[in-house]
């Protein structure tokens, strides 16, 4: 069987795209094909899969898929991806579009490239950060898990639990590249104290307008990107005073630069590329599911 599909990415976080929008069809188990085809060296290679689908509610509807084949609730690189795709393809031929995604209806904002005639970045319409326990979730006995300790892999920690559908821990230290993300990530996302596993941004203020980062992702281990996290750290930064509230904040990332607004209730916006790599064609093989 004959796949084909797109590879996007969004300042290194990279996706498999599968138009499902077209046919109207989506594949039978999708996870399964996630871990079939994303798999660095050995297929496609990436962080993971998103089925790009029809919608009753919005313009059209994002699915994602992790490493490991769970399905996430929202990505914010991803989503820049899609609208991109939509956008080029011409399957809806509109600057600003809604996106469905697990969380909810995402508000998209493309900037086209007078020259070409295609997407080059997104503004994402993110929603707002929640810093309720039960939001997260995070097992506590506090409404919320901000600037407190949690003992991970042997060590104290200071984390800020942040939701933007879906949940992170923010920690913020000294030098995010002298982690050893291979042994505290895993130990974070698989930690007693989140039930539905985390991702995790270990962060360094640079200045108050701009943050460094490194992610670690539930069900992709470390990426290149995360836009919620990136808009997770932000918010963060914001509640505890480490950056201002309605102003831009970049975020820098090993795959480029994001740019967050976290405004005085707490919603976000996210700006970023968005760039389509190849298209391709992935033989399905029955043993692949």
């Excluded at 639990?161 to 920690?171: F, Y």
């Excluded at 460094?212 to 836009?227: D, L, P």
Aim: hydrophobic fraction near 45%.
């Amino acid at each position: 069987m004959k796949i084909p599909f797109t590879k996007m990415q969004g300042c290194g976080n990279d996706y498999i795209y599968l138009d499902c929008f077209t046919s109207g069809r989506e594949p039978a188990d999708p996870g399964a094909l996630a871990r079939a085809m994303a798999p660095r060296h050995l297929s496609v290679g990436a962080d993971g899969l998103v089925l790009i689908c029809r919608s009753e509610v919005a313009d059209a509807r994002m699915r994602m898929f992790n490493l490991d084949g769970s399905e996430g609730l929202m990505c914010g690189n991803a989503i820049r991806c899609v609208g991109k795709y939509l956008f080029d393809e011409g399957l809806v031929p509109a600057t600003r579009l809604a996106i469905e995604t697990a969380s909810g209806v995402k508000e998209l904002a493309l900037d086209v490239d007078e020259a070409t005639g295609r997407v080059a970045s997104a503004t994402v319409a993110m929603g707002r950060a929640s810093f309720k326990a039960a939001d997260v979730p995070v097992a506590c006995d506090c409404d919320e898990f901000v600037d407190a300790e949690l003992v991970v892999a042997g060590e104290p920690w200071r984390v800020t639990c942040v939701s933007m559908g879906n949940p992170h821990a923010v920690v913020f230290v000294d030098e995010p590249a002298a982690l050893d993300l291979a042994r505290i990530g895993p130990a974070f996302e698989c930690h007693e104290a989140f039930p539905e596993r985390t991702n995790t941004e270990f962060v360094r203020v640079i200045d108050p307008k701009t943050l460094e980062m490194r992610v670690w992702e539930r069900g992709s281990g470390e990426t290149y990107a995360c836009g919620t996290g990136a808009c997770a750290a932000v918010a963060a930064a914001v509640r505890l005073g480490h950056s201002p509230a309605d102003e831009a904040v970049t975020v820098r990332l090993k795959g480029g630069e994001l740019i967050i607004c976290v405004g005085g209730e707490g919603e976000v916006t996210m700006s970023g590329p968005a760039v389509r790599v190849y298209d391709g064609i992935y033989e399905l093989e029955s043993s692949a599911l």
